[in-house]
């Protein structure tokens, strides 16, 4: 939950003091303990799914890794709450990584957190301010900071090999970021995210409008970034120290967060108008999120407003997906948060409806003040959006530039999960909600398992697809996610740098348009993308499945 703490600039020295980078391989301290226990232990399997005899025993080909080995995790300073930083244009933020003890269901992990808060401090400016980020790494691995969604200068886009170097253990980088856009942004490493994103890095960046009309009238907003951990008998289960593990669908954690906490409430008044800004913070898994008997529109996503909000029974968010969804709570009473999805089991083949609790608003029976009953029931047309996209439409039907095919490629993984899979894909799921084969999943790894994005025209694949654009060019790109592959996924894909339209989906055109930085693409569809390609640099185009991007689903477009 957000605390409307008004903070001044630097008070934000971390909560845990510098700390050494660790001696990984010591098996010392509390948290090596700890490790040592679930290096061994098998990973969660979901109620009534045992580890098929065939994978029992078997270990991924990776080294175990935990945040803090041979810390004592007592020396550690507990996560504070989450603050609010309003800065102003020219302001200055220092933003430091630490190792955090972290509490969750009574049990204390050994987490990474920005300025000891998990979610880091969250990030208020006004559209079109400059601020400086002054980041300091005091965790023991190398990472930096991505400004996810922000069309910024490239320098300072956070991805090392590209536009910077890894900021070591122990090291600082400083950043500009601007602001062009309003909206919901979010900033985590683009270092190893499967680890230090799932550990506790990221952030909130909620940038306002000059125009104060420019959303509805709401009595209080909230930003709620969904993750979630994997645990086991009260451990953490250990990440793969050379290559991502649960490289397939990526690591699906069994306990959901909201803001990072497993039991999330809210207490408000009847009648009271809620905007909320939800960001999918997790590694790998898609939400389907609703207040059930709660009436609830769509207002915005990654980059804009829509043309017209919409009234919605559920909003379904990808890895690093944005939505800005306002609720109305006009009865008393406890109404959950909740994520209603289809799972899947493969061993079986069968598909069930699930629905997890990921928190609980109270509603009072005293009345909200103002009452935006009125103002809440109109669905607003949005001129200016409509008007921005209007200058793009005369493109939305012409050929694509550019066709990218997703799909998978696997070297040495265990006979028996080789021979499953080539079962398994007789059927698939447009959407893996959750991980219904953890098992097999847990012992991939991204020496087994190469995500790909391939080039139809020329038959490259990720990295050495060299895609050169031209400023100012509208580009409209083809996506297809391959249903016959190996192990057919949904792809969040992420674009740096730039805003794009989904204009059509399997040639169906979007109604509603806006404007977005991160598309799902479900298997089997194919998508239209209109890249307004007009900030220059190097920028990724990626799969923000944590474990896929750590298996090579990356790619480089490159505007001059
Ligand atoms: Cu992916």
Same mark, same amino acid.
């Given at each position: &939950?957000?605390?409307?703490?008004?903070?001044?600039?630097?008070?934000?020295?971390?909560?845990?003091?510098?700390?050494?980078?660790?001696?990984?391989?010591?098996?010392?301290?509390?948290?090596?303990?700890? &490790?040592?226990?679930?290096?061994?232990?098998?990973?969660?399997?979901?109620?009534?799914?045992?580890?098929?005899?065939?994978?029992?025993?078997?270990?991924?080909? !990776?080294?175990?890794?935990?945040?803090?080995?041979?810390?004592?995790?007592?020396?550690?300073?507990?996560?504070?709450?989450?603050?609010?930083?309003?800065?102003?244009?020219?302001?200055?933020?220092?933003?430091?990584?630490?190792?955090?003890?972290?509490?969750? +269901?009574?049990?204390?992990?050994?987490? #990474?957190?920005?300025?000891?808060?998990?979610?880091?401090?969250?990030?208020?400016?006004?559209?079109?301010?400059?601020?400086?980020?002054?980041?300091?790494?005091?965790?023991?691995?190398?990472?930096?900071?991505?400004?996810?969604?922000?069309?910024?200068?490239?320098?300072?886009?956070?991805?090392?090999?590209?536009?910077?170097?890894?900021?070591?253990?122990?090291?600082? #980088?400083?950043?500009?970021?601007?602001?062009?856009?309003?909206?919901? #942004?979010?900033?985590?490493?683009?270092?190893?995210?499967?680890?230090?994103?799932?550990?506790?890095?990221?952030?909130?960046?909620?940038?306002?409008?000059?125009?104060?009309? #420019?959303?509805?009238?709401?009595?209080?907003?909230?930003?709620?970034?969904?993750?979630?951990?994997?645990?086991?008998?009260?451990?953490?289960?250990?990440?793969?120290?050379?290559?991502?593990?649960?490289?397939?669908?990526?690591?699906?954690?069994?306990?959901?967060?909201?803001?990072?906490?497993?039991?999330?409430?809210?207490?408000?008044?009847?009648?009271?108008?809620?905007?909320?800004?939800?960001?999918?913070?997790?590694?790998? +898994?898609?939400?389907?999120?609703?207040?059930?008997?709660?009436?609830?529109?769509?207002?915005?996503?990654?980059?804009?407003?829509?043309?017209?909000?919409?009234?919605?029974?559920?909003?379904?968010?990808?890895?690093?997906?944005?939505?800005?969804?306002?609720?109305?709570?006009?009865?008393?009473?406890?109404?959950?948060? !909740?994520?209603?999805?289809?799972?899947?089991?493969?061993?079986?083949?069968?598909?069930?409806?699930?629905?997890?609790?990921?928190?609980?608003?109270?509603?009072?029976?005293?009345?909200?003040?103002?009452?935006?009953?009125?103002?809440?029931?109109?669905?607003?047309?949005?001129?200016?959006?409509?008007?921005?996209?209007?200058?793009? +439409?005369?493109?939305?039907?012409?050929?694509? /530039?550019?066709?990218?095919?997703?799909? !998978?490629?696997?070297?040495?993984?265990?006979?028996?999960? !080789?021979?499953?899979?080539?079962? /398994?894909?007789?059927?698939?799921?447009?959407?893996?909600?959750? /991980?219904?084969?953890?098992?097999?999943?847990?012992?991939?790894?991204?020496?087994?398992?190469?995500?790909?994005?391939?080039?139809?025209?020329?038959?490259?694949?990720?990295?050495?697809?060299?895609?050169?654009?031209?400023?100012?060019?509208?580009?409209?790109?083809?996506?297809?996610?391959?249903?016959?592959?190996?192990?057919?996924?949904?792809?969040?894909?992420?674009?740096?740098?730039?805003?794009?339209?989904?204009?059509?989906?399997?040639?169906?055109?979007?109604?509603?348009?806006?404007?977005?930085?991160?598309?799902?693409?479900?298997?089997?569809?194919?998508?239209?993308?209109?890249?307004?390609?007009?900030?220059?640099? /190097?920028?990724?185009?990626?799969?923000?499945?944590?474990?896929?991007?750590?298996?090579?689903?990356?790619?480089?477009?490159?505007?001059?």
């Amino acid at each position: &939950m957000i605390r409307r703490t008004a903070c001044a600039l630097g008070l934000f020295a971390a909560a845990a003091g510098p700390l050494q980078a660790q001696d990984s391989t010591s098996m010392a301290g509390m948290q090596g303990m700890q &490790m040592g226990a679930a290096a061994s232990m098998p990973i969660p399997m979901p109620a009534g799914m045992m580890i098929l005899p065939a994978l029992a025993g078997l270990l991924p080909p !990776v080294a175990p890794f935990l945040p803090g080995i041979g810390v004592d995790r007592s020396m550690l300073a507990a996560t504070t709450p989450t603050t609010i930083v309003r800065l102003r244009n020219g302001d200055t933020l220092d933003l430091t990584a630490t190792l955090v003890s972290r509490n969750i +269901r009574g049990k204390a992990f050994v987490m #990474y957190g920005f300025n000891g808060q998990i979610p880091g401090p969250l990030i208020r400016v006004a559209q079109h301010a400059t601020i400086t980020v002054r980041f300091h790494n005091h965790i023991d691995l190398p990472s930096s900071v991505h400004w996810h969604g922000l069309r910024l200068d490239n320098r300072d886009d956070g991805v090392p090999g590209l536009t910077q170097h890894e900021v070591p253990p122990g090291g600082d #980088y400083t950043y500009t970021v601007r602001f062009p856009d309003a909206g919901i #942004y979010w900033y985590h490493p683009h270092v190893r995210e499967d680890i230090e994103q799932a550990m506790g890095l990221y952030g909130s960046m909620l940038v306002d409008s000059p125009d104060s009309d #420019y959303y509805s009238p709401a009595n209080s907003e909230q930003s709620l970034m969904l993750g979630d951990l994997m645990i086991n008998a009260d451990t953490l289960i250990p990440f793969g120290r050379e290559a991502p593990d649960f490289a397939l669908m990526g690591r699906v954690g069994n306990i959901p967060l909201v803001n990072g906490e497993p039991d999330w409430s809210l207490t408000v008044k009847r009648g009271q108008v809620v905007r909320f800004f939800f960001t999918d913070v997790a590694s790998s +898994r898609t939400w389907n999120v609703s207040f059930p008997g709660v009436a609830m529109k769509v207002v915005a996503s990654d980059q804009s407003r829509f043309e017209r909000e919409e009234s919605v029974a559920s909003v379904v968010l990808a890895p690093a997906e944005r939505y800005v969804i306002e609720a109305r709570f006009d009865r008393p009473g406890r109404f959950p948060l !909740v994520n209603a999805i289809q799972a899947i089991n493969h061993y079986k083949g069968e598909f069930e409806a699930v629905v997890d609790t990921l928190g609980w608003v109270t509603v009072d029976s005293s009345p909200a003040t103002p009452d935006y009953a009125a103002s809440f029931t109109h669905l607003r047309a949005n001129a200016a959006v409509s008007a921005d996209i209007a200058r793009y +439409r005369q493109y939305f039907s012409r050929p694509p /530039d550019k066709q990218l095919t997703l799909t !998978v490629a696997v070297t040495a993984l265990p006979l028996f999960t !080789v021979q499953f899979m080539s079962i /398994d894909t007789a059927y698939f799921h447009p959407v893996e909600w959750v /991980d219904g084969m953890p098992d097999m999943n847990w012992l991939s790894t991204a020496s087994q398992v190469r995500w790909i994005i391939r080039d139809d025209a020329t038959g490259k694949e990720n990295d050495a697809i060299d895609w050169q654009v031209k400023r100012g060019d509208v580009i409209k790109l083809r996506i297809y996610n391959d249903p016959k592959s190996f192990h057919p996924m949904q792809h969040p894909i992420h674009l740096h740098g730039q805003r794009m339209l989904v204009v059509a989906r399997d040639g169906v055109p979007t109604a509603n348009l806006v404007w977005k930085d991160t598309v799902l693409i479900p298997v089997g569809s194919t998508v239209d993308l209109l890249i307004d390609a007009s900030n220059p640099g /190097d920028w990724m185009l990626h799969c923000h499945i944590a474990e896929h991007l750590g298996s090579g689903m990356m790619t480089t477009m490159h505007v001059r």
